[in-house]
């Protein structure tokens, strides 16, 4: 796929980088491992008021992403989520190629690298040895329902994912148990009260304690070591595991893009918030300058002077025309008013 | 004022205190590297500590939101936990934490 600008990450500075580039002419892809946009604010604190958004005395996270996307909608982007922006390259025309884990390909002379904390990804049980378990018997997460058909799964967590997989797998594996730290589940009512009912009537277990082991030949488990709070351990059998701990954010494929890293950060020039690396910018929670504040009002800033650099890779031949939003009519034709 | 905290190595620093900071920040200024990647928002559980019992008494009980989100840390404990939410006072002074797993 070919276009103006590829945006890795659909946090706020990824989603503003959308309105700042369009009003110049500038069409943007947008890849987020996440299945909906928003980043932090919508994976970390989706009902937490925010309130040092200029001009916006308080709003949610999730009501913030809401805007940015109402605010981005002219300019159409095109959103690819549930994928890892996985390698960068560079073409042969001397633009740039990021290929992502489903296989997707696209090509730009523009990308702009807005991945905040790094890419969101499941937590994993910090055991050991079971690497070699993961994708064909310890999951976090479930692509296809078919994987635990007539399976004795064991689910792991108190949170709603856990809830709701160990609802919906009920017909499809052989047997669920479920495990938590303790009798008490952070989850919609409903679906507690679901999990319950199907406890009371003996079609699921539920037990009390955590997992310190996982037992197995090769690729396959065949137990995992249980320990309740007070009481001895013990071993359940089962074939699949499934884990669900929340979300971590990790650095992830970016660190290996060929863009120079300090830290963990991406050190950029703050006239441009481009990198090392001619039309590769880095805006938002992953970079860094002298005096960097990891704040929302510091991306939007970045995505600003980026976009006017961005520019001249995109339309080389044309000229950058500052304009107001106010009164150019230019700009109120692309936004449609 | 102080805390002692004692890293996965087994290692002890004595650290610095500012009454009203959380001890994930105290930890933190203190230049140990605790990940705490919500910032403190009790919204990731990567300040995981286990509390000496001595001190579990003097400290606030954690509330629904801070036992919610230790559902999703490892090897929680009856003393476990989450740095963030525990604010120092002249009374915590000498207070002994463990990092524990995931807040590093
Ligand atoms: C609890 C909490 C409260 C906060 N409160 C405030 C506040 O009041 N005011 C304020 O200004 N800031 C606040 N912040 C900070 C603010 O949320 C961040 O500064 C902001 O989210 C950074 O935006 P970003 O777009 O740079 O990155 P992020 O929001 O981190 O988004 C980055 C996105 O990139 C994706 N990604 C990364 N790598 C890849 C890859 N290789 N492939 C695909 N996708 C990838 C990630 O999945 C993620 O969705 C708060 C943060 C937290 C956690
Ligand atoms: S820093 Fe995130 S929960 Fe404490």
Redesign the interface.
Known sequence: MKTDVIIIGAGPAGLFSVFELGLYDMKCHVIDILDRPGG?CAE??PE?PIYDIPAVVSCTGAELIERLLEQGKPFSPSFHLGQMAQSLERTENGHWRITTDVGNVFEAPVVVIAAG?GSFVP?K??LKDIERFEGSSLFYAVRKMEDFKGKKLVIA???DSALDWAINLQNIASHITLI???D?F?AAPDSVGKMRALVDEGKMDLKIG?ITEIKGQDRQIEAVTIKP?TEDSYDLPCDHVLAF??L??KLGPVADFGVKFENGLIPVDTATFETDLAGVFAIGDINIYPGKM?LILSGFHEAALMAKKAFTYVHPDKRYRFQYTTSSSNLHDKLGN | MKIYCTDMDGQTQELEATEEWSVMEIIREGGINMLA???G?C????CHVYVDPAWKDKIPAPSEEE??M???????T?DSRLACQIFFTKELDGLKVTLA??SI
């Open positions: 932090q970390l604190y937490k904390g937590k049980l910090p967590g108190g949170g938590h730290r303790r008490e952070r955590a709070q701990y929340g971590t954010m990891k | 990647q919500c910032g928002s919204a990731c559980a990567t036992l919610g230790l559902d999703g840390a490892f090897e929680v009856e797993a995931g």
